[in-house]
């Protein structure tokens, strides 16, 4: 058999090599062929028929896959042809959303560049009934189904170009579409942001998602060369097409030693990745809670808040000493020592970037540096990177767990032995927002540690579900499931971008085995939250549930309650509040009305508590008791307090000369304000504890405030009448 | 023959997803559905991506990903069911259990269930209910409803006597064991070229031309596939031939298999005849017995191994390359062509790929000699073939007939003939497939040259009957739903063209037609035919071009008068 191949193409006589498709045949002698499916760099599928060619058979052959025979006759431009290709695009454009987002952002939609072409933009066949909707969950790449025309350009683009192999065909006949893994978001599928689905993509199904409004200043920075960016092991197997689409998005800057990159408690939406030198990542704030003292004798002017640490001021709630403090970078802080360093390979601001949450901690170079800043778009496209994934997982089992793991007390006597063996098991898993971990009812599998992010956790009852807790970065959940009845007690959740350390339950077991004195603990705080549920689900289920956990009332430890019937609306209360803090009043004569009494706003301990959402350092938490408590590295950044819908938090300012001390007066503060810096501590109603009586129920003149705890307040109400909510 | 070099099919890698639907049904016994956490496992086991086990999961109707209701039913809606009345039949059953939830009871139309001679028909589960009125279907999803299911009772007729049978039941397998004993393998062809055997499962392709190739093709492994997945409306013969002489199939598989030089065969069949395959796999258990399967065959020295392959579901299974792609566990879409499967098969094997029907004749006619297969037939045809009727005939049924006998004489002599006191208006030779031919072409002939002249087809036999009342536009209708239901999603045409197609005719039938539609509906039809990958967009303008040209009054009293003669469009139309 000869090794060439002589055919007849559109009458010109031509001659190829063995296996040649006629497509590639035509290419080289420069006769074009159409086509939306076929791309050079990924094998035929010949799903488009645009590529249809006549070889005198029964029908026409796709020329993209069928190769040449010798002696064939082809032809690719009769009228006959160009009418069934011209039909073809038609049936696709009936279904395509004209102008897509590709056409609009580039004007460069293959299908509707061939649409004008043969001029069939406007389809007269009917439009699909039910749109396919859009997929907006990566951060990078924008899914729109509707633009989808199944080429499987993308399919072959993550497979047999980058080996991936997330993108398949799901469904069948006019539903079938692209799916990510299992049909799963494209954000928390297995995707790794390489972006050539989206190089590939001939119409707007997937396009490349700009973070809106954000662009870095590249006159600031160093304007990136994308070959430079693709030489970086983090970019590894991204798709430069890509990159280059993204160059708004991440510059390179040099930074002298000694400059501040950025302060704790700033605001910001950027990520850094040192690529040279090293820096400092510490915490500025003096450490210290708030504390209100009297001084003796009369009541005002003798309060005095102070900051106070956790040596000079052990609070009572503080059995649990934490001996870390976590921050936005994959280290924890020293509590006695908040400073650390990060050199090359490092990445901080991950949750700054991806959530927007302020600053977690100051960071200064340490020697000259040379960072990558990005936006959250490039980040993702890095996170999902398996180079920088790989990197990424190696650093934190080799730094970060240990300290990750030691910051929670109760593994604090974990010997290195058994550390050094979790490093080699743990998995890190990412979870896009609102991605299930696992549900109340599951079988219990693994115990999690929060790496990134907050983990939302729910209970069912009835009459809907009870956040128990936010947890953010350094706690730990799962291990009432394993140590109890193997089963779930409550539903975890992302609540934005999170990651967690998930130890599968065998190593967790073995953990309980190894560890006697840590099993211990662990199942007293297990059986105490076991126990605490139970009183919470008694508590809520003989009462007209829905109003009280609504209100979040039910579980204060302490309310404020104004008879209305006896109070003036002198605002007494309020003053006094403020005059005992400082003149910032804690107390906000406003709330909840049942029957003649006024629930005032003060920390409610509220079902869904939004204000230990966000925290960048982890520095507000319930206690089991459920009360508030706001630790000594709280940064002031003020987040807490926005998020509280009540506005119970409020923020203390302290005066901070340039040494870092605090002013013993704050008088003599004032007198040097211009020199000194303000920091900022927030807090909630403490009940003024170091008083006989709370000042606001002290003042009021016409004992019309009282402090009770809510059981006896609505068994009161529910015991005598009916409660009659805000009606 | 091509000199087309075969995309690199059947590597290790693709070997991986072998065997995946036994593993997904199983599943799916033990937890009513496929949770994602087990296919996870499944991808983890077999060392593929997930993506690979969700993409053919997803892809089966058989199988269900979320957790289905307690009792699923499925009415069949294709033609011949919709002859007997299926719409009646899911809007009685709708109504009398509208009231239960949705987790209790699911009701959901179906493509043909292969019942036709007993249409209308259903299934709850795995479980067939066919000659169904409201009230019997009723009872039926009580029983099931209260977790009583009833079996299904429908006996088969007592064996017939087939001429195809040259064993009368007495010592089955001669032809196998005298081959053995004097292997004359190229004889044996020349018997089958002589006899000219043509694939009964459509196409027409030269049985001994096929073996012949595969037989000549240089392999280290090759395949016998017998395609037992007849699931076009109106096919039911091949139920049928494995009901009464199962012996004959796969006596031929194993005959082609020693003749070919192929060691394995894979017998395909769709999931919803459960009972051929308890038949089949009978069997083949009693053929493994007697050493007439297995290695060293009779004490040949020579081997042949059989098993059933349990179709996952979908008419587009049929089409040989979709069905060679099932057996390799992916998506049931078929491959471009050429190379054929002839030469690029089964895990890019040579393959013979046979009807049922095929296999079973090739047995009777190396039994008996070509003489007597060509000896058989009439009106200048020859050779025997299995045809079913059903639609609007008396006894519908699976009949063993001479090529050449008039269309008229199977409705009326074989099939009883129209219902009392009605005309037949029209009917289909095979199926959707063939287009639909009016009364006055009845005297047409089962006869490949003559129905090819006719611009219709002998098919697989799978003769639809329309009696006065029913409305032709409709029938096309519901011809090109099926298509659209079952249309792989592939290519371009097919998939998108049989929607818009089926949107243009439901418009027809609800008084929106518009002047651009004929003229557009002809150049959709020379698209699809031309462009599509397979038979599938290949035929599908069939039917409704076939009305157009055959029924035209009819289409008109419709696109121009919105009038339906036959009084089922318009008012009251489900779109």
């Known amino acids: ?727 | 023959m091509t000199t087309s070099v075969s995309p690199a099919r059947g590597s290790a890698t693709e070997r991986k997803l072998e065997g995946i639907f036994a593993e997904l049904k199983h599943i799916q016994r033990i937890y009513g559905f496929l949770p994602a956490s087990q296919m996870k496992q499944v991808a983890e086991r077999r060392g593929i991506d997930v993506k690979n086990v969700y993409t053919v999961a997803s892809f089966y109707p058989h199988f269900y990903l979320q957790k289905p209701a307690k009792v699923c039913v499925n009415v069949c809606t294709d033609m011949s069911c919709h002859l007997r009345g299926s719409d009646k039949l899911f809007e009685g059953i709708r109504q009398r259990f509208r009231s239960a939830a949705d987790v209790d009871f699911t009701l959901r139309p179906a493509s043909c269930l292969g019942r036709c001679d007993h249409a209308p028909a259903m299934s709850i589960g795995d479980d067939y209910y066919d000659d169904l009125t409201v009230a019997a279907a009723g009872d039926v999803i009580d029983q099931a409803l209260l977790g009583r299911p009833v079996k299904a009772s429908h006996n088969g007729v007592h064996p017939p006597a087939l001429q195809t049978d040259p064993y009368d039941g007495q010592r089955p397998y001669k032809v196998l064991q005298d081959l053995l004993a004097a292997p004359k393998w190229s004889e044996a062809i020349g018997v089958l070229r002589d006899s000219a055997l043509r694939g009964m499962g459509g196409a027409g392709f030269p049985t001994g031309m096929k073996w012949e190739a595969v037989r000549d093709a240089d392999s280290d492994e090759k395949f016998i596939v017998c395609n037992a997945d007849e699931s076009e409306p109106g096919t039911i013969k091949d139920r049928y031939i494995m009901t009464h002489l199962p012996h004959l199939v796969i006596e031929g598989m194993i005959i082609a298999g020693l003749i070919t030089g192929a060691k394995k065969g894979i017998l395909y069949i769709r999931h919803e005849y459960e009972d051929q395959e308890h038949i089949l796999q009978k069997e083949i258990d009693r053929c493994y017995e007697k050493k007439i399967l297995g290695p060293n065959i009779l004490v040949s020295g020579l081997s042949f191994d059989l098993s059933i392959f349990v179709s996952p579901g979908g008419y587009i299974c049929g089409e040989e390359t979709a069905l060679l792609e099932a057996i390799e566990g992916k998506r049931s879409e078929p491959r471009n062509k050429p190379p054929f499967p002839v030469m690029h098969g089964l895990w890019n094997k040579p393959t013979v790929i046979n009807n049922v029907e095929t296999f079973a004749f090739a047995t009777a006619i190396l039994a008996k000699g070509a003489a007597w297969y060509k000896s058989q037939g009439k009106n200048g045809a020859f050779g025997l073939k299995f045809v079913g009727v059903s639609g609007d005939v008396v006894n519908p049924g699976v009949f063993e007939v001479p090529m050449g006998t008039t269309y008229t004489e199977l409705i009326n002599q074989y099939a009883g003939g129209a219902p009392a006191g009605k005309k037949i208006i029209g009917y289909a030779p095979s199926g959707p497939s063939s287009g639909y031919l009016p009364a006055s072409m009845l005297d047409l002939s089962l006869d490949w040259n003559v129905m090819a002249k006719a611009g219709s087809m002998v098919g697989s036999g799978a003769i639809v009957v329309c009696a006065e009342g029913t409305c032709m536009l409709d029938m096309a209708l519901n011809a090109v739903k099926f298509y659209r239901n079952e249309s792989c999603g592939k290519c371009v045409p097919c998939r998108v063209g049989s929607q818009k197609m089926v949107d243009m005719l439901t418009g027809w039938t609800m008084g929106n037609f518009k002047a651009s539609d004929m003229p557009l509906l002809d150049e959709l039809s020379h698209t699809l035919r031309q462009t599509s990958i397979c038979g599938l967009g290949q035929i599908l303008p069939a039917p409704i071009q076939s009305v157009i040209k055959h029924f035209r009054p009819e289409i008109d009293a419709h696109i121009l008068n919105r009038q339906c003669p036959a009084g089922v469009c318009f008012e009251g139309k489900r779109a």
């Not at chain 1, 003042?699 to 402090?707: F, G, L």
């Open chain 1, 1 to 727: 058999m000869s090794d060439m191949v002589h055919l007849t193409i559109d009458g010109m006589k031509v001659e190829v090599p063995l296996g040649t498709t006629i497509f590639d045949a035509a290419r080289m002698h420069d006769i074009p062929i159409p086509t939306l499916c076929h791309q050079q760099n990924e094998g035929p599928v010949a799903v488009c028929r645009l590529c249809v060619v006549d070889v005198g058979a029964r029908v026409y052959a796709a020329s993209c896959i069928r190769q040449c025979d010798q002696n064939m006759q082809v032809k690719t431009n009769t009228t006959e042809l160009q009418a069934a290709r011209s039909n073809l695009i038609e049936l696709l454009v009936s279904d395509h959303p004209s102008p897509c987002v590709r056409q609009q952002h580039s004007g460069d939609c293959e299908l509707e560049t061939f649409a004008q072409l043969y001029g069939v933009s406007e389809s007269r066949f009917a439009k699909r009934a039910a749109p396919r909707g859009q997929d907006e969950s990566s951060l990078s790449i924008l899914v729109d189904h509707s633009a989808c025309i199944l080429c499987d350009r993308c399919i072959r683009a993550c497979g047999e170009v980058r080996h991936n192999n997330v993108i398949a065909r799901q469904g069948k006949g006019y539903a079938a579409a692209i799916a990510f893994d299992m049909d799963a978001p494209m954000g928390s599928s297995s995707c790794v942001s390489c972006g050539e689905c989206m190089v590939s993509c001939p119409t707007g199904a997937l396009t490349n998602k700009k973070v809106v409004g954000q662009h870095l200043q590249e006159d600031e920075g160093l304007s990136l060369d994308v070959k430079e960016l693709l030489q970086l092991p983090v970019f590894k197997g991204v798709s430069g097409t890509f990159l280059e689409l993204n160059r708004g998005a991440i510059v390179k800057r040099n930074y002298k030693k000694g400059d501040l990159i950025f302060r704790e408690g700033d605001y910001g939406s950027t990520a850094f990745y040192i690529l040279e030198g090293t820096v400092d990542i510490y915490l500025a704030s003096p450490q210290g809670h708030v504390d209100t003292e009297g001084t003796g004798n009369g009541f005002f002017s003798k309060l005095r808040n102070k900051l106070k640490g956790r040596a000079d001021h052990q609070r009572e709630e503080e059995n649990l000493i934490r001996k870390f403090i976590s921050i936005d970078a994959n280290i924890d802080l020293e509590y006695d020592n908040p400073v650390a360093k990060l050199g090359p390979g490092e990445l901080f601001g991950e949750m700054t970037c991806m959530s927007f949450y302020p600053r977690s901690a100051t960071v200064r170079a340490e020697t000259d540096c040379v960072m990558l800043e990005m936006l959250r778009n490039v980040l993702d496209v890095m996170q999902k990177n398996k180079t920088f994934r790989a990197q990424l997982e190696l650093n934190y089992r080799q730094r970060a767990l240990e300290t990750h793991l030691r910051s929670v007390p109760i593994f604090s006597t974990l010997t290195s032995n058994f550390i050094e063996h979790l490093r080699e098991e743990v998995e890190l898993i990412r979870y896009a927002p609102g991605d299930v971990i696992f549900e109340q009812g599951d079988t219990a599998d693994a115990f999690y540690l929060v790496r990134i992010g907050f983990v939302k956790v729910t209970e069912h009852y009835p009459g809907g579900d009870l956040v128990l807790a936010y947890l953010s970065k350094g706690s730990y959940f799962g291990e009432i499931g394993l140590l109890g009845g193997g089963v779930r007690t409550a539903t975890c959740s992302a609540l934005d971008h999170t990651e967690v350390v998930k130890i599968s339950a065998h190593d967790f077991q073995e953990m309980m085995a190894t560890f006697p004195d840590i099993a211990e603990k662990l199942k007293a705080v297990s059986d105490d939250r076991i126990r605490e549920n139970k009183n919470r689900f008694k508590q809520v289920s003989t009462v007209p549930v829905d109003q009280f956990l609504q209100q979040g009332l039910m579980e204060a430890q302490s309310l404020l309650v104004l008879d209305l019937e006896k109070c003036t609306r002198c605002d007494q209360c309020v003053k006094g509040c403020a005059d005992s803090h400082d003149g910032v009043t804690r107390l906000i004569r406003d709330g909840l009305r049942f029957d003649h009494y006024l629930v005032a706003t003060s920390c409610r301990q509220c079902r869904d508590p939004l204000c230990m959402v966000g925290c960048p350092v982890g520095a507000i938490r319930r206690k089991n008791s459920l009360e508030v408590i706001i630790e000594d590295w709280c940064i002031g950044c003020g987040v807490c307090a926005n998020n509280c819908p009540y506005g119970n938090i409020n923020l203390q300012e302290f005066a901070l000369k340039e040494s870092g001390e605090l002013f013993a007066q704050a008088g003599e503060a004032q007198k040097q304000l211009k020199k000194a810096r303000v920091i900022r501590k927030a807090t909630s109603c403490n009940l003024c504890h170091d008083h006989p009586e709370p000042s606001c129920v002290y003042s009021c003149p016409h004992d019309a405030a009282h402090r009770v705890t809510p059981t006896d307040f609505f068994a009161d109400m529910v015991g005598q009448k009916h409660l009659k909510a805000t009606d």
